[in-house]
């Protein structure tokens, strides 16, 4: 069973996390941030994996410290639950539409943290989320899973669906990247190692 658990605490944030990518849970997920805990669910449920985050933190200030240590946690708990990739397909790619808004996720688990991140909004918050936390987010998840990670909004008005098309996107290539490919032989590089 590939899985991890990990807890972060800081003097701004208290985040539990548990993953497992070979099972399907419902989701529990709560982390103070109504539409995070939305985002959240939505990935889960779209990357066919199980997810518990437990967070709480300065959230009386604003939401990005809880936001970008989840991000990290989230990251280090997928790094970790990876192994040594073995068999994993380790690329994957999606495009998901969400009403008018068409939303794509190519990412790469390579052992190399990067992000491409071209989406704008219009908006400044969907509710009381700052939209500029999304990318925050992803950083996060990029940096501590040793991911490249693009992810861009080709079109789209409507904020809400344009974030949610890329938590959804993300989800769907994670769930074609991590899945073990038994037509691969040890790990899916010449180099041997990701």
Avoid at 68 to 91: F, M, S, T
Avoid at 122 to 141: C, H, I, N, P, S
Wanted: hydrophobic share 40%; glycine share 8%.
């Amino acid at each position: 069973m590939r899985s991890a658990s990990l807890n972060r605490k800081t003097g701004e944030t208290n985040i539990t996390l548990e993953l497992q990518l070979d099972k399907q849970n419902a989701s529990n997920i709560q982390t103070g941030v109504g539409f995070l805990d939305h985002m959240l669910s939505l990935f889960a449920k779209h990357a066919r994996l199980s997810l518990v985050c437990d967070a709480s933190g300065d959230t009386e200030v604003d939401f990005h410290h809880v936001t970008e240590d989840i991000g990290i946690v989230l990251g280090q708990c997928l790094l970790e639950a990876l192994g040594d990739k073995a068999q994993i397909n380790r690329y994957g790619n999606a495009f998901v539409p969400m009403d008018e808004s068409l939303g794509h996720c190519a990412l790469d688990l390579s052992g190399r943290s990067f992000l491409v991140f071209d989406a704008p909004f219009e908006r400044d918050k969907v509710g009381d989320f700052d939209t500029e936390l999304v990318q925050e987010f992803f950083q996060a998840v990029a940096a501590n899973a040793k991911m490249t990670l693009h992810l861009r909004v080709l079109y789209g008005q409507n904020t809400h669906h344009k974030i949610e098309s890329l938590f959804k996107a993300f989800g769907r290539a994670l769930a074609v990247a991590v899945q073990i490919n038994p037509q691969i032989e040890g790990v899916n590089s010449t180099k041997g190692v990701l």
